[in-house]
């Protein structure tokens, strides 16, 4: 009976037979993390995924501005460096054909979650400058709803925005 769950990093599974990843993360610097996997690499993976454990546990999935993805901006769009497109091809992407992409990864994910047990990886108090309500902060300053959702923001004497300090800050 398999117990555990295996942790991965979608960012890495290409779907493509072609890549060997494993080569790209040897020669990847130490302050640099490969990409270039997507939810279709990690399905396809599965079989061999599942022969030595019983769950697999991911990195976040979520939109990011990172490749790391632990600073997330909408936690309702899965990484557009996780769906079947290409970052060119995603620049000139209308907005409807986004979002049908999007719901398409949501879709895989729910179809893999139905396979193999999942985990996923959500640091939901941490987000990017990129987030709704942080932006609200920069806009708002003082009088942003969410001006509490942040620790040590700072503003003026007007109340407008100053910065936050960040998490390389402590």
């Known amino acids: ?24 993360i040897q020669r990847t610097p130490h302050n640099e993390l490969p990409s270039g996997g997507t939810i279709s690499g990690v399905v396809d993976k599965l079989p061999y995924l599942t022969s030595f ?6 990195t976040p999935i979520f939109e990011s501005p ?16 996780l769906l079947d497109v290409e970052d060119a091809r995603w620049q000139t992407t ?27 990886d959500i640091a939901a108090n941490h987000t990017s400058t990129e987030f709704f309500a942080f932006k609200d902060v920069v806009e708002k300053g003082a009088a942003s709803a969410y001006k509490d959702w942040y620790r040590d923001v700072t503003f003026d004497a007007s109340g407008a925005y100053v910065g936050v300090k960040g998490w390389m800050d402590f």
Request: net charge negative; proline share 4%.
């Open 1 to 24: 009976v398999q117990t555990c769950a295996l942790p991965i990093y979608p960012q890495i599974m290409s779907d493509d037979k072609s890549r060997t990843r494993w080569e790209e």
């Open 66 to 81: 990172s490749v790391h993805g632990y600073n997330t901006s909408d936690f309702f769009a899965v990484s557009h460096r």
């Open 53 to 58: 454990a019983a769950g697999i546990y991911t």
């Open 94 to 120: 209308s907005v409807e054909d986004k979002n049908n992409l999007r719901a398409d990864g949501l879709v895989r994910i729910v179809e893999l979650a139905q396979r193999v047990p999942l985990v996923l």
